[in-house]
């Protein structure tokens, strides 16, 4: 399926996303006059991260693509929350990376 399609699915049975609609950005609860709007966009291997990117520049995307998200709310971001799944032969040193790019990118 495509990410359309499944996001369609879900809007047939999820009709609110804390205090706003369901969207594919984030999600906002309000909080007395405050809104906390939160993502967590998991970055994917197969389809975000083409062969040439390094696992530095992987873990800086995934601020920036959840970062985007917020924004595009209007929020200011203020954390920072992420997904990861990864498969059992991933190297240490990948890992690594990706954490060196998300500590880089939130500097």
Same mark, same amino acid.
């Given at each position: 399926?495509? #990410?359309? #399609? $499944? $996001? #369609?699915l879900?809007?047939?049975?999820?009709?609110? +996303?804390?205090?706003? !609609?369901?969207?594919?950005?984030?999600?906002? $609860?309000?909080?007395?006059?405050?809104?906390? =709007?939160?993502?967590?966009?998991?970055? =994917?291997?197969?389809t975000d991260v083409p062969d040439?990117?390094? !696992? #530095? +520049?992987?873990?800086?995307? =995934?601020v920036t693509m959840n970062v985007s998200d917020v924004s595009a709310m209007g929020a200011r971001p203020i954390g920072f929350l992420f997904s990861l799944g990864i498969p059992p032969d991933l190297g240490v040193d990948y890992l690594k990376g990706i954490a060196r790019g998300i500590e880089n990118a939130l500097e």
């Open positions: 399926m495509r #990410e359309s #399609e $499944i $996001i #369609e879900f809007l047939r049975h999820l009709k609110r +996303q804390g205090d706003l !609609p369901l969207g594919d950005d984030a999600g906002a $609860i309000r909080f007395g006059k405050a809104w906390l =709007v939160a993502t967590n966009d998991m970055l =994917v291997r197969k040439i990117m390094t !696992p #530095e +520049q992987a873990g800086f995307k =995934v």
